[in-house]
């Protein structure tokens, strides 16, 4: 059974940081793309950030210089660490793991992260 449990979403004020994780369980880890999805409130869900099996990484240009994204094969995880945040950034994060040959395509729960004073 695939699993991608995030954590670490909540409350945070205007310019604060908040760190997320996401626990995959069921593939084998190091041959996936992961990524952080979010979608707002009346949008469509977006890209945040990726990181390939070789650990190169993209980014929104929206985030760019302020969340950064990484992985630990050897624990099945990947990070969002998300500083100097704005109220744009609320939304449900979600996790991702993709792979091509074959296709596979996973998505977990999402963890709400609310930015407001």
């Known amino acids: 059974q695939v699993q991608l449990v995030e954590s670490g979403g909540g409350l945070v004020q205007p310019g604060g940081s908040l760190g997320l994780s996401c626990a995959a369980s069921?593939?084998?880890?190091?041959?996936?793309?992961m990524g952080w999805y979010r979608q707002a409130p009346g949008e469509q869900r977006e890209l945040v950030a990726t990181i390939t099996t070789d650990s190169s990484t993209t980014y929104a240009d929206s985030v760019k210089g302020r969340f950064t994204i990484s992985r630990d094969n050897a624990k099945n995880m990947v990070y969002l660490q998300m500083d100097s945040l704005k109220a744009e950034d609320t939304a449900i994060y979600y996790c991702?793991?993709?792979?091509?040959?074959?296709?596979?395509?996973?998505w977990g729960q999402g963890t709400q992260v609310t930015v407001s004073s």
């Open positions: 991702n793991a993709a792979r091509t040959a074959p296709i596979r395509d996973y």
């Open positions: 069921g593939i084998t880890f190091r041959l996936y793309r």
